[in-house]
T-cell receptor
Framework: GNSVTQMEGPVTLSEEAFLTINCTYTATGYPSLFWYVQYPGEGLQLLLKATKADDKGSNKGFEATYRKETTSFHLEKGSVQVSDSAVYFCALSQDSNYQLIWGAGTKLIIKP | KAGVTQTPRYLIKTRGQQVTLSCSPISGHRSVSWYQQTPGQGLQFLFEYFSETQRNKGNFPGRFSGRQFSNSRSEMNVSTLELGDSALYLC???????????????FGPGTRLTVL
């Protein structure tokens, strides 16, 4: 079946460090891929998405590229801020399946 | 536009009771999905409704049920509550294009259910 695997957390970085959170998936065909973020005390919100191979999603300085050949959708940011501290979820969906399949989530802690 | 609203925000129940959670989607959104979030199992899909029809259901026992009304509002019900049902229940709405699930899902703040 379909599944998403993302790196275990927590990930602790200093402010202005480079961030990578790995995400790989298993799915047939061509799923759409998403990164959602959950800030402390808030609901889930979409960070970025990509709907076909080689697409790059970007938002708020975060980027992720849909790599079909490696079945990956790694999240990156060049310089993190304390305000980026949150839990990040990688997810996939497929047409006619009507659901998001989630990774376990990665807690990111940014220290000043 | 108002966001996705969920009521109540917090619930405390005892084992064996039943509970009904409510979700009002963003105006114009016809797809509503429900997810369960727990520290141990993470985020798991419960069901998705579109125009009052359940199009998919996750791997949960029959104690979990839902429905959608003609105004797109949705409810989910859990009967015979167990301790393991304690979780954050999240509702999300979207405006799908046909059969596509490529569009963003907008999440409500969730209902925190505690079963004692």
């Amino acid at each position: 079946g379909n599944s998403v695997t993302q790196m275990e957390g927590p990930v602790t970085l200093s402010e202005e460090a480079f961030l990578t959170i790995n995400c790989t998936y298993t799915a047939t065909g061509y799923p759409s891929l998403f990164w959602y973020v959950q800030y402390p005390g808030e609901g889930l919100q979409l960070l970025l998405k990509a709907t076909k191979a080689d697409d790059k999603g970007s938002n708020k300085g975060f980027e992720a590229t849909y790599r079909k050949e490696t079945t990956s959708f790694h999240l990156e940011k060049g310089s993190v801020q304390v305000s980026d501290s949150a839990v990040y979820f990688c997810a996939l969906s497929q047409d006619s399946n009507y659901q998001l399949i989630w990774g376990a989530g990665t807690k990111l802690i940014i220290k000043p | 536009k108002a966001g996705v609203t969920q009521t109540p925000r917090y619930l405390i129940k005892t084992r064996g009771q039943q509970v009904t959670l409510s979700c009002s989607p963003i105006s114009g959104h016809r797809s509503v999905s429900w997810y369960q979030q727990t520290p141990g199992q993470g985020l798991q899909f419960l069901f998705e409704y579109f125009s009052e029809t359940q199009r998919n259901k996750g791997n949960f026992p029959g104690r979990f049920s839902g429905r959608q009304f003609s105004n797109s509002r949705s409810e989910m019900n859990v009967s015979t509550l167990e301790l393991g049902d304690s979780a954050l229940y999240l509702c999300a709405s979207s405006h799908p294009t046909g059969y596509s699930m490529r569009n963003e899902q907008f999440f409500g703040p969730g209902t925190r259910l505690t079963v004692l």
